[in-house]
Nanobody, 124 residues
Framework: QVRLVESGGGSVQPGGSLRLSCAVS????????MVWFRQAAGKEHEGVAR?????STRYADSVKGRFTISKDSRTLYLQMKNLKAEDTAMYYC????????????????????WGQGTQVTVSS
């Protein structure tokens, strides 16, 4: 079974940077899709970045050019730069044993595994 544990969140000023980490264990699926989701207060989960088992990446328009998703053998990362107030949210990593598909941004309910989240707060 897959276990995902997020870390690295915190409070930063607008324009700042932060790197989130997701410790991954038990991920033996092939193919797979891994997504960084976020949930702002009172809003639905929103996918912001994805990476699949061949290393292909894709980003939501709201973060493209500012966020970078990457992974190594044990950890999924989200490098966040030029942070904005609207990036404030709880950030989660999630995984599923399937291709990501075109509707990944709104696919939180379909993922098989997810972490407990790490809070990112961007304010002055």
């Amino acid at each position: 079974q897959v276990r995902l544990v997020e870390s690295g969140g915190g409070s930063v000023q607008p324009g700042g940077s932060l790197r989130l980490s997701c410790a991954v264990s038990g991920l033996t699926w092939s193919p797979y899709c891994m997504v960084w989701f976020r949930q702002a207060a009172g809003k639905e989960h929103e996918g912001v970045a994805r990476i699949d088992s061949d290393g292909s990446t894709r980003y939501a328009d709201s973060v493209k050019g500012r966020f970078t998703i990457s992974k190594d053998s044990r950890t999924l990362y989200l490098q966040m730069k030029n942070l904005k107030a609207e990036d404030t949210a709880m950030y989660y990593c999630a995984a599923d044993g399937a291709l990501c598909g075109d509707r990944w941004i709104h696919a939180w309910d379909f993922f098989s595994a997810w972490g407990q989240g790490t809070q990112v707060t961007v304010s002055s």
